[in-house]
């Protein structure tokens, strides 16, 4: 932990309380995707990974880890690839102006950024959600200028799971992968971390993931952001 100058985080889950931000916005995709049927989009929901007997979205499902494309390519499977990437940007709009407008910091995790900060750690964010979701949520929770950059699904060549992020953040920074920890609550952030290398994996049970499904790839499970600085000795 001693040579680790640089954090990514993962935003929804671990930045942001997913349940209570981004079921409304689902709610919504879905129902545009079923033309207003309320039946149709339920069902589109459940496909997407939505629990509605525990009010939740389940560990690893695409909407709690994929991608809008991913999503789009799930509910609209006789698109063509010019109308999958229409329907996407829309998407990527919606969800960035409304994800940034709902967003719900998780307790204690803009404290615990402060300190991060404070400490000369070097902090971007990787997600699956759009690059202008990202940028436009953490200027909604006041803490975009502790951050170096925000890499989403569309900034990259390759997103989660795969180590673009990482590699990025690092020619950014200067640092080396070995210098930087991912932070997460989905397997697809430890998988990327992992993958590309880096110094320390952290898992966060804040979000959709759960013990046993972050344990096997994680150094460390935290029950979220707020015991990061504790952790790193930094508090």
């Not at 994800?99 to 900060?117: F, M, R, W």
């Not at 898992?203 to 759960?210: F, N, R």
């Amino acid at each position: 932990m001693q040579g680790i100058k640089g954090i990514l985080f993962d935003k929804d889950g671990t930045l942001v309380d997913f349940q209570k931000t981004w079921f409304a916005i689902g709610d919504l995709m879905a129902l545009k995707a079923a033309d207003g049927d309320r039946e149709r989009a339920n069902a589109l929901l459940e496909l997407a990974g939505y629990d509605f007997a525990n009010h939740r979205f389940k560990a690893d499902s695409v909407f709690a880890a994929g991608t809008n494309a991913e999503i789009v390519a799930l509910w609209y499977p006789d698109a063509s690839e010019e109308e999958r990437q229409a329907i996407t940007a829309g998407f990527n709009t919606m969800t960035a102006q409304a994800g940034a407008a709902a967003s719900v910091p998780l307790p204690g995790s803009k404290d615990a950024i402060a300190a991060l900060h404070g400490s000369g750690f070097r902090l971007g964010v990787a997600t699956n959600d759009s690059t202008s979701g990202a940028e436009q949520t953490l200027l909604a929770l006041g803490i975009a200028q502790m951050f170096d950059a925000a890499y989403g699904y569309d900034a990259v060549a390759n997103p989660k799971p795969a180590p673009d992020a990482i590699h990025a953040f690092a020619d950014l920074t200067g640092l080396k992968p070995s210098e930087i920890a991912m932070v997460g609550d989905n397997r697809h952030d430890l998988e990327m971390a992992r993958a590309g290398g880096a110094g320390l994996v952290v898992a966060v049970l804040s979000g959709t993931g759960t013990r046993e499904t972050l344990a096997p790839m994680a150094d460390v499970i935290l029950n979220s952001v707020a015991d990061l600085p504790g952790f790193l000795g930094t508090a």
